[in-house]
């Protein structure tokens, strides 16, 4: 049994900072590949980062490039997205994922998934 844990949200004000992680617990767990998505009221889940099982590869969407980062622990077990400059429209419920396809950025493709973490920014 596979395990997604998120933490790290919260209510913060618009250029804020806040850090987000993601663990992974069980079986074989370090040996997944993670995903940051999140869901905002009344949209479609989109992605927003993802990082291969060695950390080696990343990919940030475009709509955060340059505020957003993703990490990875030396145990590979724990993911972080490192969220700076926040703006309203982050505003949202953040996922993580954990699946065997190493690049992906479609939802389709990771297996396990966390609860989810809110994330709000007041203006």
């Known amino acids: 049994q596979v395990h997604v844990v998120e933490s790290g949200g919260g209510l913060v004000q618009a250029g804020d900072s806040l850090r987000l992680s993601c663990t992974v617990s069980?079986?074989?767990?370090?040996?997944?590949?993670m995903g940051w998505f999140r869901q905002a009221s009344g949209k479609e889940r989109e992605f927003v980062a993802r990082?291969?099982?060695?950390?080696?590869?990343?990919y940030v969407a475009d709509s955060v490039r340059g505020r957003f980062t993703v990490s990875r622990d030396s145990t590979k077990d724990t993911a972080f997205l490192q969220m700076n400059d926040l703006k309203l429209e982050d505003t949202a419920v953040y996922y993580c994922?954990?699946?065997?396809?190493?690049?992906?950025?479609?939802?389709?493709?990771?297996?396990?998934w966390g609860q989810g973490t809110q994330v709000t920014v007041s203006s």
């Open positions: 994922a954990a699946g065997s396809r190493p690049y992906s950025t479609l939802a389709q493709h990771y297996d396990y």
């Open positions: 990082i291969t099982q060695s950390g080696g590869s990343f």
């Open positions: 069980g079986r074989n767990g370090s040996r997944y590949s």
